[in-house]
């Protein structure tokens, strides 16, 4: 061997090494770059997505109309398209005396409702609160009378109760 002679893998690999290394770094530094603008991002959409949420749940709910809810229960049972357009998934109004106080709803008792097969059945209407409107529900009692707004959805619970449920959900106390 000459005298010179250099042992050139042991050079490559060392540089292709210490490349390496650089390259990881600035990968890494990348990456959570645009981790932190994507989470950037996110809360941006979400905080926007919220408020417009919030004031269109706010505009729906001072125009809602008054909950029928005999009227909503034939519906339910006769026309189901007319439920739907009429009632469901929609905005309403409720006033009432409250029968209890959850967690995170009160519960109104409806009293009984002629159904279109003339049975008398109970009801009961359950307001699900926003959390910004716990703080109003914890001055209430039950006995108090009380007008809230929700988003509704109907059941009948034929098998265990024979009740119609009236959920409001996203409830507002007025």
């Known amino acids: ?14 540089s292709q090494l210490g490349n390496a290394a650089k390259d990881a770094k600035k990968f890494v530094a990348e990456s959570i ?3 932190f603008i994507l989470i950037g991002i996110s809360i941006v959409v979400l905080t926007v997505w919220n408020y417009s949420h919030n004031e269109e749940s706010k505009r729906l709910a001072a ?12 519906d339910y049972v006769k026309n189901p398209m007319r439920y739907k357009s009429n009632w469901g998934d929609k905005y309403v109004a409720y006033s009432g005396q409250i029968k209890s106080i959850g967690s995170y709803s009160l519960e109104f008792d409806g009293g009984f409702i002629r159904t279109p097969n003339g049975n008398g059945e109970s009801t009961k209407i359950r307001c699900n609160l926003r959390s910004g409107q716990r703080d109003k529900a914890a001055s209430l009692n039950s006995g108090n009378y009380a007008t809230v707004t929700g988003k509704l959805y109907t059941s009948y619970s034929a098998w265990n109760t024979g009740e119609w449920i009236f959920s409001l959900e996203n409830c507002r106390l007025k």
């Open 1 to 14: 061997m000459p005298k010179n002679y250099y042992d050139h893998n042991v050079d490559i690999r060392s």
């Open 33 to 35: 770059t645009g981790a």
């Open 63 to 74: 125009n809602a109309p008054r909950l029928n809810y005999s009227q909503a229960a034939n």
